[in-house]
């Protein structure tokens, strides 16, 4: 049983002062109607005794970051409620204010199970306190969620037309020719005109706006994405929604401040922003922070699909794209060659195709783009791979 993974939960009874607990793993729900969940608790613990006594327990679910409260809890230290937020549930149990989620509960059923008692409670109260990722018990280890490859990835290129406009360069032809590839590309910025219209599939085009007002000149053009910074843009997705268009809020230099940053995230899922960018900026995103953030943000996102745009930093950004594939996410927001300090698109179908995730993007197109540009430019791309076939 050892080998069977499971979340991690703190399991109370008690009342005023004589609060008692225990860490189990054997939780389980059992109805929805009414709310009904189990825990296995041995016989010759008190926590069991004073559990048939009362007729009540809770059960607070906790985070990646309280496996050391859930040890606190499995050994023999004489005041273990000490130092966290706890508070009486309706029945008097404690509950852990700042867990991933807690029960309050009355003993419904008990059960003999072996030199367990399966107890049954009726879930009186509940909450989710906070969302972020929750701790895991495995073989007699505590761990967190290690996520497998995506099964694909897509990118978007969102910094290529505007950085060829300030030079100067003609970009109608190569913007069609990376949307061809399969690419989404972002047409227009927030001061440019309108886009020309393209029979292309509009899910292949964005444009990046300020205003609820733009949704229309949007439209006209046959766009089908609008790209917004996060803030007060509550109208462009109510516009945007109405007008059949999916939505893309940016959160920029997210890696500076994680904390605010899943709570923005938790509300632009909750308004139906269809896609939620981290963008990494002047703070400089690290593998571990990269997993950190993404962990955390990706259960709060709640049904929004998350992207990352990462730039290349020392050699770091491939690291920091492979991190987040293993973190669940598989959209990225680049840049053909990397001219605006982005992590190219080629570079990241290069590590896809290293790894066996599979792209709907054409990474041999995106080369011949990335090289015929090399002759434009003037000098050799900062991207890393384009000169690669494979």
């Not at 399966?118 to 967190?144: C, D, K, N």
């Not at 399969?182 to 927030?190: I, S």
């Not at 599939?201 to 766009?223: F, K, N």
Request: some cysteine; hydrophobic content about 45%; charged content about 20%.
């Amino acid at each position: 049983m050892a080998q069977w993974p499971s979340g991690v939960v703190i399991v109370t009874t008690g009342d005023a002062g004589h609060w008692h607990g225990m860490t189990a793993s054997a939780f389980s729900s059992v109805s929805l109607d009414p709310p009904m969940v189990l825990v296995c608790l041995a016989r010759g613990t008190r926590t069991h005794h004073l559990v048939t006594e009362r007729g009540s327990f809770a059960v607070s679910i906790l985070g990646k970051d309280q496996a050391a409260l859930g040890r606190r809890f499995a050994g023999h230290e004489p005041d273990r409620f000490s130092g966290n937020a706890w508070a009486a549930g309706p029945t008097g149990s404690p509950v852990l204010m700042d867990s991933v989620g807690w029960l309050d509960c009355r003993v419904a059923h008990a059960y003999p199970g072996g030199d367990h008692t399966i107890f049954v409670g009726e879930v009186l109260a509940a909450a989710t306190p906070r969302r972020v990722a929750p701790v895991l018990f495995h073989s007699r280890t505590w761990s967190q969620l290690a996520d497998p490859l995506p099964d694909h990835i897509a990118v978007a290129d969102t910094g290529l037309l505007a950085v060829l406009r300030a030079r100067g360069f003609e970009v109608t032809r190569l913007a069609r020719t990376l949307r061809a590839a399969g690419m989404r590309v972002r047409l227009a910025d927030l001061h440019g005109e309108a886009p020309p219209r393209d029979e292309l599939d509009p899910a292949t085009a964005s444009a990046l706006i300020a205003r609820a007002d733009q949704v229309a000149g949007v439209v006209r053009a046959g766009v089908g994405v609008v790209e917004f910074m996060a803030g007060s843009q509550d109208r462009i997705v109510v516009e945007a929604q109405r007008s059949g268009l999916a939505t893309v809020a940016h959160l920029p230099d997210a890696f500076a401040e994680p904390d605010r940053v899943v709570s923005m995230v938790a509300r632009l899922a909750s308004l139906g922003c269809d896609e939620i960018t981290l963008e990494e900026g002047g703070s400089p995103a690290t593998p571990v922070g990269v997993r950190r953030l993404l962990q955390d943000a990706a259960a709060a996102a709640d049904g929004a699909a998350l992207r990352v745009g990462l730039r290349e930093r020392h050699g770091i950004g491939l690291v920091n794209a492979l991190v987040a594939m293993k973190s669940g996410v598989w959209r990225f927001d680049t840049t053909l060659g990397g001219v605006d300090g982005a992590l190219p698109a080629e570079d990241i179908l290069f590590l896809a195709g290293q790894l066996e995730v599979d792209s709907s993007v054409d990474r041999a197109a995106l080369i011949a783009s990335a090289t015929e540009l090399e002759s434009s430019w003037g000098s050799v791309l900062p991207g890393r791979t384009y000169r690669f076939t494979c």
